[in-house]
């Protein structure tokens, strides 16, 4: 099964993400790797401040930190 295909079956919402969301949730369903806003930021060439929201829309990822200050904060993609 294509990597397309089955993030469809698994996120009802996936069709109404945008290209950077489809890449990103794509890269950590792949690699299982935690993001930072700082890695998202260089992924995908833009900026950390777009990259933040990025990471928190649509409730698809899972935030893990001790405050928005944390330095060591990240976002993991939770598939069960």
Avoid: C, H
């Avoid at 933040?52 to 200050?69: D, E, N, P, R």
């Amino acid at each position: 099964m294509r990597t397309r295909d089955s993030l469809e079956s698994k996120l009802r919402d996936y069709s109404d993400l945008s290209v950077d969301e489809k890449l990103l949730i794509q890269y950590m369903y792949n690699t299982a790797e935690p993001m930072t806003t700082k890695k998202v930021a260089e992924f995908l060439g833009r900026s950390v401040s777009y990259s933040s929201k990025l990471l928190k829309t649509k409730g698809i990822l899972t935030w893990y930190g001790t405050s928005t200050k944390d330095r060591s904060q990240y976002y993991k993609l939770e598939m069960k």
